[in-house]
C-alpha cells in the first residue's frame, strides 16, 4: 500500500536559517503529493501541492518539487522565521479518491 | 467562508459512555474522512465517505462507527470508547476533481476517555 516517510524531528534552527525537510513516499501510479502545516492548537493547513512529476509547489517562501525519480518531495525555505515554529506534514493522495496518507509529521521550532 | 466545524473542541468522558463527534462542511465536497493523532504516529486514517451512505474503513476503524445520512454531515462515534481511544480526532472535507485533490480540516477535538 501506499506510505510516506518523513524526516524524523523534532527540528531546531535559529531565525534566517535554511530549511529542509525530506519526505520520500511509496506508491504506485502517479499521486498528488501534499504539505500541510500544523501551528499550535489547530488543524491541519495545506501549505503546498504538486499534482504531477517535476511539478513545483510553493507558498509562503515554502518550496516543494514532485521527484518522480527518487519518490520525494522535500520541502525547502531558505531563511525562517520564528513564526515558521509548526509540525509540518507531507501526504500523498490519489485524485478523485478520499484516502489520504500522510507522514508522521516534522515539529519544526525556530529561535530568535 | 468554506468551513469544516467540528464539535465539540475538547472532551472528557468515561469508559463505555457511548459518545458522538460532530462534523460539518458547507462546501459541498463528496468526500470526508476521520483521522487520529497520536504522538509518534502522525495521522491515522479511522473511517471515509465517498458520498451519501457510502463509506468505507480506513486503517484503524476498530471501535469507531461512522454514518452519513446527508453530504454535509460525517459523524463520528464510540460507542464504548475506551482509555486507548485517547486522542486528537480531526474530520477532513476533501475536494477533488481532475487533476485536484485538497483536503480541508476541522480544528480537532481533544477526546479524554479516562
Known amino acids: 500500500g501506499d506510505s510516506v516517510t518523513q524526516m524524523e524531528g523534532p527540528v531546531t534552527l535559529s531565525e534566517e536559517a535554511f530549511l529542509t525537510i525530506n519526505c520520500t513516499y511509496t506508491?504506485?501510479?502517479?499521486?498528488?503529493l501534499f504539505w500541510y502545516v500544523q501551528y499550535p492548537g489547530e488543524g491541519l493547513q495545506l501549505l503546498l501541492k504538486a499534482t504531477k512529476a517535476d511539478d513545483k509547489g510553493s507558498n509562503k517562501g515554502f518550496e516543494a518539487t514532485y521527484r518522480k525519480e527518487t519518490t520525494s518531495f522535500h520541502l525547502e525555505k531558505g531563511s525562517v522565521q520564528v513564526s515558521d515554529s509548526a509540525v509540518y506534514f507531507c501526504?500523498?493522495?490519489?485524485?478523485?479518491?478520499?484516502?489520504?496518507?500522510f507522514g508522521d509529521g516534522t515539529t519544526l521550532t525556530v529561535k530568535p | 467562508e468554506a468551513q469544516v466545524t467540528q464539535n465539540p473542541r475538547y472532551l472528557i468522558t468515561v469508559t463505555g459512555k457511548k459518545l458522538t463527534v460532530t462534523c460539518s462542511q458547507n462546501?459541498?465536497?463528496?468526500?470526508m474522512s476521520w483521522y487520529r493523532q497520536d504522538p509518534g504516529l502522525g495521522l491515522r486514517q479511522i473511517y471515509y465517505?465517498?458520498?451519501?451512505?457510502?463509506?468505507d474503513k480506513g486503517d484503524v476503524p476498530e471501535g469507531y462507527k461512522v454514518s452519513r445520512k446527508e453530504k454535509r454531515n460525517f459523524p463520528l462515534i464510540l460507542e464504548s470508547p475506551s482509555p486507548n481511544q485517547t486522542s486528537l480526532y480531526f474530520c477532513a472535507s476533501i475536494m477533488t476533481g481532475v487533476g485536484v485533490t485538497e483536503a480541508f480540516f476541522g480544528q480537532g477535538t481533544r477526546l479524554t476517555v479516562v
Open positions: 462546501m459541498n465536497h463528496e468526500y
Open positions: 465517505s465517498m458520498n451519501v451512505e457510502v463509506t
Open positions: 506508491a504506485t501510479g502517479y499521486p498528488s
Open positions: 501526504a500523498l493522495s490519489r485524485t478523485n479518491a478520499g484516502k489520504s496518507t
